[in-house]
């Protein structure tokens, strides 16, 4: 194909094409949701026109191994773990009375709870390292992952994140087990938090989203859309949809024009709705903050660099290298003395048709956000998780002081 479009160069400018992303190879670790997430994004040189979910390009392995990554097993199943390990920490004790037990001692109740909150994060954190070691193990002798440094980073920024969760339901879960007496309640609080977590805010978000942050349909964005082509079609001088083999044939121009304002009135279009649809996400996202699970998937994506970041970054790249692109062709186009320039962003009737080598044409490559990049994106998730933790804490910590054990 490119050796076909190569033999015109005017066809290589205007010849739309896809950009569809690969899967990632550490997505063992977390899929970031990304086979939900728009995963082609088509352009020329002239423009960056849409983007859209394309399922026939996923690895056929990947969908099996997205339900058991790494991210899933810790917010699925680990979370839950901790909570059964947490709720009955001390309404356990308080209904056996060896709480009261415990506190004839001269022993401190901020070490009492502390040490109650750091065996179960070190009983559920040994799981979770047990079972990764046999994974990264499993995935290496079958030669799924390379264990390179940046592979082996990655895993320990996730070992580290989990961690976090991990810590936020344990800490949950003594909460539920401090306030109340019996284990059977403060056992159905924690399990109320983890569907709420869980369940709950992770399935409701398009709800929220289309009452909280609506905009406008896509129905509606693109009937607005026909009716201002139309208008332009009608306003249009005579003679603009004419043609012929000659280059310099006057109304070549008049069509280049026309071209060009219909793919600006779509531009504009695009321009103004595409932001609308990332804001509407991002403010769901905001939302689902309230949600540990969601607060360590972000973490998760943004560390990875997958997901809605990966996203957003190569539709800002590929906006960038687009008119990287439509200068280059812009520059060989100023040369051919047999070029009227008159630029056409859908056809090559008024620019230059002259050969070029398939190696000076400009090919889009994906460029992986760095350590640095990530560690920017990570920054607010991680503050939200280490807020939630220090009021979950404090809160469990205040409850448990003004405890009478008689």
Request: with cysteine; net charge neutral.
């Amino acid at each position: 194909m490119l050796t076909k479009l190569a033999a015109n160069v005017s066809k290589v400018a205007t010849q739309r094409t896809s950009f569809v992303t690969s899967p990632r190879e550490n997505s063992v670790i977390a899929d970031c949701k990304e086979s939900y997430l728009p995963n082609r994004i088509q352009y020329s040189a002239y423009n960056v026109f849409n983007y859209s979910v394309r399922h026939d390009s996923n690895n056929p392995l990947l969908s099996r191994g997205d339900s058991l990554s790494w991210s899933f097993i810790v917010s699925m199943f680990l979370s839950f773990i901790t909570l059964l390990f947490a709720f009955d920490a001390i309404s356990g004790e308080k209904e056996e009375w060896t709480l009261a037990l415990v506190f004839s001692n001269p022993v401190p109740r901020r070490t009492f709870l502390c040490s109650k909150l750091l065996s179960i994060v070190t009983v559920v954190g040994m799981m979770e390292l047990v079972g990764i070691v046999i994974s990264l193990f499993i995935l290496a002798v079958s030669g799924q992952v390379q264990l390179n440094g940046g592979f082996l980073m990655e895993t320990a920024g996730f070992v580290v994140i989990s961690l976090l969760l991990i810590t936020t339901f344990a800490i949950f879960g003594l909460f539920s087990s401090v306030v109340t007496r019996y284990s059977n309640i403060s056992l159905l609080i924690s399990l109320c938090f983890w569907l709420f977590a869980a369940v709950i805010i992770p399935n409701t978000s398009v709800f929220w989203a289309k009452k909280l942050f609506s905009i406008p349909t896509s129905e509606e964005v693109n009937q607005k859309r026909r009716e201002a082509s139309d208008d332009i079609n009608r306003n249009a001088p005579a003679g603009s949809w004419s043609s012929s083999s000659d280059p310099f044939y006057p109304r070549h121009e008049l069509r280049a024009n026309l071209y060009t304002n219909l793919m600006n009135n779509d531009k504009k279009f695009n321009d103004a709705y595409y932001p609308q649809q990332f804001r509407q996400f991002e403010q769901t996202r905001n939302f689902t903050l309230l949600s540990p699970i969601a607060q360590f998937d972000y973490m998760n994506e943004a560390f990875l660099g997958g997901g809605y970041l990966r996203f957003q970054k190569n539709w800002n790249d590929l906006h960038i290298f687009q008119e990287q692109f439509l200068q280059w062709f812009k520059d060989i186009d100023a040369k051919d003395t047999d070029s009227p320039h008159w630029y056409n962003p859908y056809e090559d009737y008024s620019t230059s048709k002259k050969p070029v080598a398939i190696d000076q044409i400009p090919q889009y490559q994906e460029q992986i956000a760095s350590f640095g990049q990530r560690i920017e994106f990570i920054s607010g998730y991680l503050i939200a998780m280490i807020v939630t933790i220090a009021v979950l804490f404090m809160a469990c910590f205040y409850f448990f002081t003004r405890y009478d054990v008689r």
